[in-house]
């Protein structure tokens, strides 16, 4: 069974930067899309940005394009996150899923079979 856990959250000052890491285990294969979303209090959770393990291309929310990068390290079977020009708006958990690969980016949350327990970014203003 396939396991993700999320790593690399914390507290940030505006304009900082963090890097999230999620380390994958269990039954994984390359045919494989793997994301992170996050959730803010009281809203709903939401698509941050996409990557196809074989590959790699890359898919982002408008609202992190230019901001974010999303990459694979084949080798150590791990997702991760870079963020820069962190605002308090991207406060949130931020979680890493995975679902089968396909060739169109799916941003729902329903389309994701596998989720890791999430990591928390503080933004301070």
């Known amino acids: 069974q396939v396991q993700l856990v999320e790593s690399g959250g914390g507290l940030v000052q505006a304009g900082g930067s963090l890097r999230l890491s999620c380390a994958a285990s269990?039954?994984?294969?390359?045919?494989?899309?793997m994301a992170w979303f996050r959730q803010a209090p009281g809203k709903e959770r939401e698509f941050v940005a996409a990557?196809?393990?074989?590959?790699?291309?890359?898919y982002y929310a408008d609202s992190v394009k230019g901001r974010f990068t999303i990459s694979r390290d084949n080798a150590k079977n791990t997702l991760y996150l870079q963020m820069n020009s962190l605002k308090p708006e991207d406060t949130a958990v931020y979680y890493c899923?995975?679902?089968?690969?396909?060739?169109?980016?799916?941003?729902?949350?329903?389309?994701?079979?596998?989720w890791g327990q999430g990591t928390q970014v503080t933004v301070s203003s």
């Open positions: 899923a995975q679902r089968p690969f396909s060739f169109t980016f799916y941003t729902g949350e329903r389309d994701y079979s596998y």
């Open positions: 269990g039954g994984t294969n390359d045919r494989r899309t």
């Open positions: 990557i196809t393990w074989i590959g790699g291309r890359t």
